[in-house]
């Protein structure tokens, strides 16, 4: 599917743990193209459990809206709002 995020066209995909980026020191759950990248893209881990998935999108969204932010500052945000969704009952 195609998303707009503060103006920025993104390709959003799940895929398989096969066809997500590979790393020596961890899984992949999901990444996102800088906003100035041409064919931009998110890929989120389509293996993931609903809230891990949950927190992932957010993940990725914070990254794509405001790419100066840093890793622990995302993670820490999609971490806490996924959390807060799922006790206001959000679910898949």
Known sequence: MHVTIFGKAY???F????????S?????????HPPD???????????LSDSES??????EYGHASDWHKSEEWIDEHS?????L???LGWHR
């Open 15 to 22: 895929l398989p743990p096969s066809k997500m980026p590979k």
């Open 11 to 13: 390709r959003w995909l």
């Open 24 to 32: 020596k020191k961890f899984k992949i759950e999901g990444e996102c």
């Open 54 to 59: 949950l927190r992932v999108v957010i993940h």
């Open 37 to 47: 990248a041409p064919g931009k893209t998110i890929k989120i881990d389509n293996s």
């Open 85 to 87: 969704l799922i006790k």
């Open 79 to 83: 971490t806490g709002l996924a959390r």
